[in-house]
């Protein structure tokens, strides 16, 4: 005996179908959810993590800037006591160099030369004085080119002849002169060339007449 199939079989395969693309759909959009949500998740956190480590370099920060501050008025505090100090050290320096001008001049004062007068401006050192001969002030301009680290850059401004008469005996001939010359300053030569200004002014040996 022959059976038919008379129901619609097209309809329920095309249902099957329909429902197969739903459920693939419906599994796809849950799946996306998901790794969605995953994502979302994983960058929360990461965006927490990050806030977090950039709350900890602010807070060093802060620390740090406390620190430089700290520092800072560490240093002003240091840069204002060596300025004292070297305002101290000129003081000396510049009391002490009278005495050691002085105390040069008499070192480097030849014989036959004496000094009647010292005119101090700056570093510039205007002496007057009479020599017995021109050697005596060649012999002393020498002297004073000479000088070490105390004089400098001498200078015959002028030499004239003259007749004098010292003590009331006879007069003799004579040369007036006026020199100019650098000496420089006690605080600008190195402290291991400088010797005791005590000793070297207590005995001075052919002193100048100023």
Known sequence: MIAFNLLPHREALRQFKQDQFNASVALTLILGGATALAIYGSLRYSIAAQQ???AVLEQEIRLYEAQIIEIQGVKTHID???ARQNAFEDIQADRNSPVRLLSELANILPPG????????KGQEITLEGTAQTNENLSQFLDKLGEGGPWFSRPELLFSEAQHVNPGGKLPVKAFKFSVKVAFIAAQAVSAAALPSI????ATPSGAPKV
């Open 198 to 201: 005590a000793a070297s002014a």
């Open 52 to 54: 977090d480590n950039i």
């Open 113 to 120: 030369v004496a000094l009647s007068k010292l005119a101090q």
């Open 80 to 82: 204002a006591l060596l």
